[in-house]
């Protein structure tokens, strides 16, 4: 392929001719953004191949403004006929939509003008062949490391790197390159009857960020290994710690619950929560957009409203909450520079790790992996599957499974007792293991 970097000017141009067909055509005003993406996937089982795949795709989409009136459209074909007929399908579109009071582009002000770099593209010029050799040793690793490991659900690496332009009729168009890397592995192990299975990735903007494959195969072992000779507990009402890589869907739920659409939907447990606490005090949640190399970080949002350092959550009270340009005007606030989502969510970690965390706890559960969406954001009631490892004296006893935990998530995170230090940075919500004081645990 002929280098990404020397496709930027051409989708900037493309972007430009479909804002300036869409103001030909009667627009009162237009955004539209394009893509071209280019990566490699392999996958290994049992030491054979399973699939080799390159891909390539471009797409383009376009959303056109009649006064109030909003229409979009989006086409993979880049060629001036095909960009001609979805701005045309877009503004067919708006002739006949309703008026929206509250649509349109974003404020002017808000628009990112001084753009920084976030050092997110550091493409990786590995050949299948050499992919393949990666995958293969880092499902060897975990098959090779303990006696217990007898299968594999296979090995698997990705590398994807991609340029998106974003452009709009306030004189906003800008686009960057961006890179994005993992490796998984997930294994099964047999002890008597009993089978368990797990996994291990890592992911990175940067190649060199990688943990190795040896590294990734090994923990995938352990990890399934330590599930073997789980048990149900039977139902009780006791302490939970979630270990860092599922308490990042913990913070999840909150994120949901704070972002506009819910809100001004009336569809969230958190209506009216700005100023108010739903966190003990210690606690301090923020976004954290221009992290050089981090997965979630943005210069701008989806939109092209500048992304910026701010509060969620302060003190254990909400600071803001996660907006676009339609929920902020439907809410009477301002954009938060979240359309398309949240930028390196972060939550402020305590001075313990896991370890430290289950000795402070005493007795209770470890969770290590969660099932099923039993989340309802009206309400807040919260009930899913888990399996982990019981705890007494602040050690681990056993590994158990087939349970279920339940509670109430306005319950749930005002009983938050400590955050360990122990964070998960591989995604964008990164957030050290989260004890709770209670919750309950229904099992056999």
């Known amino acids: 392929m002929e280098t990404l970097e020397a496709q930027l000017a051409p989708l900037q141009d493309t972007v430009a001719q479909v804002l300036e067909l869409a103001r030909r055509l009667g627009a009162s005003g237009a955004e539209a953004g394009a893509g071209l993406s280019q990566g490699l996937a392999v996958s290994a089982r049992m030491g054979e191949v399973e699939t080799v795949e390159h891909h390539r795709d471009q ?7 009649f006064g109030q009136r909003k229409g979009s459209a989006a086409t993979s074909d880049l060629s001036p006929d095909s960009l001609r007929e979805t701005v045309e399908a877009a503004c067919a579109i708006a002739r006949h939509a309703s008026e929206d009071p ?4 974003p404020d002017p002000e808000w628009l990112a003008r001084d753009i920084p770099d976030l050092d997110l593209d550091h493409p990786w010029p590995i050949t299948a062949d050499e992919a ?8 060897r690793v975990a098959l090779e490391s303990h006696a217990e490991i007898v299968n594999s659900e ?3 690496l990705h590398t994807h790197r991609g340029i998106r332009v974003l452009g709009n009729t306030l004189g906003f168009l800008h686009g960057y390159p961006a890179s ?5 592995c997930a294994v099964v192990g047999k002890r008597g009857e009993q089978m368990q299975r797990d996994y291990w ?21 352990e990890r399934t290994v330590a599930r073997l000779g789980a048990r149900p507990l039977s139902t009780r009402q006791c302490p939970v710690v979630y270990a860092a890589e ?8 909150f994120l949901a619950a704070i972002r506009g659409g819910n809100l001004y939907r009336k569809a969230s447990f958190l209506v009216d929560s700005l100023g108010k606490p739903v966190f003990p005090d210690f606690v301090h949640i923020h976004e954290a957009p221009h992290i050089p190399k981090g997965i979630g970080s943005a210069p701008y949002d989806n939109e092209g409203v500048a992304t910026y350092a701010h509060d969620l959550i302060r003190e254990g009270v909400v600071a803001s909450y996660i907006l676009d340009s339609y929920s902020a005007r439907k809410l009477g606030l301002r954009s938060t520079g979240n359309a398309g989502g949240v930028h390196n969510v972060s939550v402020d970690s305590g001075s313990l790790d896991r370890s430290a965390l289950l000795r402070e706890m005493g007795t209770g559960l470890l969770v290590t992996e969660l099932m099923g969406h039993g989340i309802n954001l009206v309400t807040g009631d919260y009930s899913r599957g888990a399996a982990g490892f019981w705890v007494e004296n602040g050690e681990i006893q056993y590994p158990v499974e087939e349970i279920t935990i339940a509670g109430n998530l306005r ?4 009983q938050i007792e400590a955050i360990g230090c122990d964070v998960d940075r591989r995604g964008n919500i990164r957030t050290g293991s989260i004890w709770l004081k209670q919750m309950t645990v229904a099992g056999s």
């Open 411 to 414: 319950d749930m995170f005002r």
């Open 59 to 65: 797409s383009l989409g376009v959303t056109v403004y």
């Open 246 to 253: 599922v308490a990042t869907g913990l913070v999840g739920h």
């Open 102 to 105: 509250y649509a349109g582009l």
């Open 180 to 184: 994005r890397h993992s490796l998984s």
């Open 201 to 221: 990735y890592t992911v990175a903007r940067d190649p060199a960020d990688l943990e190795s494959p040896e590294a990734v195969g090994r923990q995938a072992a």
């Open 132 to 139: 393949i050799e990666l995958t293969v040793a880092c499902e």
């Open 154 to 156: 296979g090995a698997s």
